[in-house]
């Protein structure tokens, strides 16, 4: 949670983020389950054990600040067909790896899908002989691609060649990337996809005018404009390591040198299922 805040002229400088502390957040359910959330970190807010919502229930977000009261509207959890496939192709011109997904459209339904990623790489750094540890890490990095499907002309279709993300081939240890294909509501869609224009948008005189973005949420206690958007989704994933090492050229890249765990996101504890050489 943040308050809003000037962007800076300045696009090497990076906008204030503002913080909300102390607020109580709780997720509610059409038959009155409430699910709490704490402050893990400042501003950050999480459940205190793994929580997942039930297929065909309806959910919304309460958020009070001091004595102001915000809520979200009610979005409902439809279920979600698993992908079928992963795979992967090097893009020379690129230097980059796309990956892509292949999934079934149930027919006879409106589905509306966004995905994301998460992932695993080992890094092998050249620390010299001064250090003791450590020179091998696993880095984690979470996606921030924004993936929507509608299948409004492609109903009970199978979904082929759609691209999730492209990885950098900037050093040659293998990759285990998570893809998680989620269902979403129609509003939840539309919001996001015109955030997706939005950001991909690049000023030209052909770009679509930016439109104000409006999410679910607004303030029970007053006129405040709310900013985001609250969804639930039913969620399948498929894996799979990605070797880079065919593909490393080594010309041009930077070598990482000294401890390993002070890079960042980094362990040096293997990753449950790395080594999963087949993708799934």
């Known amino acids: 949670l943040s308050y809003t805040t000037n962007y800076p002229s300045n696009s090497n400088v990076v906008p204030e983020r503002k913080p909300i502390s102390s607020a109580l957040v709780e997720v509610i359910s059409n038959d009155g389950e409430v699910i709490s959330f704490y ?3 400042i501003g950050t807010y999480s459940s205190v054990d793994e929580v997942g919502g039930e297929i065909g229930k309806e959910y919304h977000l309460r958020v009070v600040i001091d004595d102001k009261e915000y809520e979200s509207v009610p979005e ?3 279920p979600v067909t698993r992908p079928d496939s992963l795979y992967y192709e090097y893009i020379a011109e690129e230097d980059k790896i796309a990956v892509y997904i292949e999934t079934t459209d149930p027919a006879n339904e409106q589905n509306f899908y966004r995905w994301s990623w998460n992932s695993n790489y080992i890094v092998i750094t050249n620390f010299g002989d001064e250090l003791d540890c450590c020179a091998r890490c696993f880095i984690s990095k979470e996606g921030n691609d924004i993936v929507l499907y509608e299948d409004t002309y492609s109903n009970g279709q199978p979904i082929k060649n759609k691209l ?3 990885i950098p081939v900037d050093i040659k240890g293998d990759y285990l990337i998570f893809i998680n294909q989620m269902s979403i509501s129609l509003e939840a869609y539309e919001y996001y996809h015109l955030l997706q224009r939005q950001l991909t948008s ?7 005018p930016p439109s104000r973005l409006i999410g679910n949420l ?6 405040e404009t709310v900013l985001g958007y609250f969804s639930v989704s039913d969620e399948k994933t498929i894996y799979g390591q990605i070797e880079r090492a065919p593909y490393f050229t080594g010309l041009g890249k930077v070598s990482r040198y000294g401890d390993c765990r002070l890079l960042t996101n980094s362990d040096t504890i293997t990753p449950q299922l790395w080594n ?5």
């Open 218 to 223: 607004t303030s029970v206690s007053g006129q």
């Open 164 to 166: 999730i993300t492209k």
């Open 76 to 78: 409902i959890i439809t």
């Open 39 to 41: 402050e893990s970190a």
């Open 276 to 280: 999963t050489k087949f993708l799934q």
């Open 202 to 208: 690049t000023g030209n005189l052909f770009d679509p």
